[in-house]
C-alpha cells in the first residue's frame, strides 16, 4: 500500500500543476447570465467617447498634436525635468511604478493610469475636477508636480516659435507679455501671488484663459489615450464564437475570473469594458498615520464646486444646460445629503450623491 502512495501522490501533483498551467482548458461551463456578464465586460462593448462640450477643441486633431507636444516637454517645469510624461509613462500604461508620484516634489499618492481616462465624469481620488482639461491645470502649478505657473507658461510659448504658431492657429492670438512679471498665479505662493495682484483683471482674465487653453490641448490628446484589446478579450470572442477552444486564458485565469464575477463580487465595482464604474467607494484604505483622515468625495464636491475651471465658469466653453454633472449646482450638495423630500432635480443629484458619498459614510 505505502509503495503505490508515492506514485500516486506524484500522479496527483503532476496532474493538478497540468490542469492549471498546460494550456488545456477546462471547460468553464458559465451560464446564461454569467456569459452575458462577461460579454460586458469586452472592450468591444466599449461606445464611442461622448464629445466634451466644455472644451471646443476636444477632439480638433490639432489641438491634441499640440497637447501631445506640452505632455512630453519637461520646460514645463520650474526644474525643467518634469512633464506629464514623468510620472504617466505611456510604456507603463501611463504611471510610474512607483509608491508615491515623484514630481519637483514628492506628492502623498501613487500615480494612476490615463488609459481610457477620458470616459470618466470625474478626475482625481476624489472628484475633485469635473472635466479632463481643468484636471490638466493642476499639476502645472502644483509644487510637487510642475511647480510653474501660468505667467512663466506664457512665456515659454510665446518665445517658443513652435508652440506659438500652434497655438495661434487653433485658439487665436496669445496675450501680450512685455510689461508682465516673470511669474505669477493667483494659485502660488507669497511672490506668485504679489505679481498676480498687480494686475488688472483683463490681463488677468486674458492669462487664466491662455492657461486653460493648454489644458484643453492637453486634454485633447488625453482623448487619444485608449486601451487596446488583450486575451481577455479574445477569450470572451471566443466563448461567444467557439466556446470548446478558449485557449486564450488559462485554467487559473479563468477561475480567477470566476472569483471576480461571483464569490469575489469585484464586478460590483470593477464592470463594463473599462472595468470601473468610475463611482465612488470606501474601500477601506486607512489614512497615513499621524494624518487626519480623508474626507474623500465630501471635500471633492466642495472644491469642484468651486473651481475656476469646472463646467460652469467662464473658461467652459459649455452652456449652463450642458453641464448635467449635478454635484455642481448650488444646493445639491446639501440636499444629496440631507434632503429625503427632494423635488425630481434634486432626486438626481441625491441619487448622484448617495451612490459617491460611500467614499466617507463607512
Ligand atoms: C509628479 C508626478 C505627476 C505629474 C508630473 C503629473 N501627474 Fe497626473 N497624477 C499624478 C498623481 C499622483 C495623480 C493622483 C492624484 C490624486 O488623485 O489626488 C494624478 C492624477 C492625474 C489624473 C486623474 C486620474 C484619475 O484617475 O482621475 C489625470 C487625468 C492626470 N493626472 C493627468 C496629468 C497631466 C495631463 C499632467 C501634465 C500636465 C500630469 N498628470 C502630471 C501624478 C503626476
Ligand atoms: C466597493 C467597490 C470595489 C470592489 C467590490 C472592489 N474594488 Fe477594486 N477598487 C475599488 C476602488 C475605488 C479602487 C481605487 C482605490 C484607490 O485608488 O485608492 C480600486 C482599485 C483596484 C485595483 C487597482 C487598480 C489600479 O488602477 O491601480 C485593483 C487591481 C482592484 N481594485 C482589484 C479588485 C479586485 C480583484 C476585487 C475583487 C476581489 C475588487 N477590486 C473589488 C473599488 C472596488
Known amino acids: ?8 501522490v506524484a500522479i496527483i501533483v503532476v496532474t493538478a500543476i497540468g490542469w492549471n498551467y498546460l494550456s488545456i482548458p477546462r471547460a468553464a461551463h458559465w451560464s446564461e447570465d454569467e456569459l452575458r456578464l462577461i460579454a460586458s465586460l469586452s472592450l468591444d462593448a466599449l461606445p464611442p467617447l461622448s464629445p466634451d462640450p466644455s472644451n471646443r477643441v476636444a477632439d ?12 512630453f516637454d519637461t520646460r514645463l517645469s520650474s526644474n525643467g525635468q ?15 511604478g512607483l509608491p508615491l508620484a515623484v514630481g519637483v516634489g514628492i506628492g502623498p499618492v501613487h500615480t494612476p493610469s490615463l488609459v481610457g481616462l477620458a470616459y470618466s465624469p470625474w478626475f482625481y481620488w476624489d472628484g475633485r475636477k469635473d472635466s479632463q482639461w481643468a484636471q490638466a491645470l493642476a499639476p502645472l502649478e502644483a509644487k510637487h508636480e510642475h511647480a510653474t505657473d501660468r505667467i512663466q507658461l506664457l512665456q515659454l510659448l510665446s518665445t517658443d516659435s513652435d ?5 495661434e492657429d487653433i485658439f487665436g492670438e496669445l496675450p ?3 510689461n508682465l512679471p516673470k511669474t505669477g498665479t493667483p494659485e502660488g505662493d507669497e511672490e506668485q501671488l504679489a505679481n498676480w495682484n498687480t494686475l488688472d483683471t483683463g490681463t488677468q482674465r486674458a492669462i487664466s484663459e491662455f492657461f486653460a ?7 485633447a490628446y488625453e482623448r487619444k489615450i485608449m486601451p487596446g484589446p488583450g486575451r481577455f478579450d479574445e477569450y470572451i470572442t471566443q466563448l461567444a464564437t467557439n466556446p470548446a477552444e478558449t485557449e486564450a486564458l488559462n485554467n487559473t485565469e479563468i477561475a480567477g475570473l470566476r472569483i471576480f464575477i461571483d464569490k469575489g463580487q469585484c464586478v460590483s ?6 472595468l470601473s464604474n468610475h463611482e465612488f467607494h470606501n474601500t477601506g484604505v486607512l489614512a497615513v498615520s499621524g494624518t ?8 471633492g464636491v466642495r472644491t469642484s464646486r468651486n473651481d475656476p475651471f469646472n463646467c460652469l465658469g467662464e473658461f467652459s466653453d459649455a452652456t449652463t444646460a450642458e453641464c448635467t454633472r449635478v454635484t455642481l449646482r448650488p444646493g445639491c450638495e446639501r440636499s444629496g445629503w440631507r434632503d429625503e423630500n427632494a423635488d425630481t432635480e434634486k432626486h438626481i443629484a441625491n441619487r448622484a450623491l448617495y451612490a459617491r458619498r460611500a467614499d466617507v459614510d463607512s
Open 1 to 8: 500500500m505505502k509503495k503505490l502512495l508515492l506514485p500516486l
Open 60 to 71: 480638433d486633431p490639432a489641438a491634441a498634436e499640440l497637447g501631445h507636444r506640452l505632455y
Open 82 to 96: 518634469v512633464a506629464c510624461a514623468t510620472c504617466h509613462k505611456p510604456e507603463l500604461m501611463f504611471t510610474d
Open 163 to 167: 508652440y506659438r504658431v500652434m497655438y
Open 176 to 178: 501680450v507679455v512685455s
Open 213 to 219: 487653453n493648454l489644458g484643453k490641448a492637453i486634454a
Open 269 to 274: 465595482c470593477h464592470n463594463g469594458p473599462l
Open 292 to 299: 487626519m483622515p480623508s474626507m474623500g468625495r465630501y471635500d
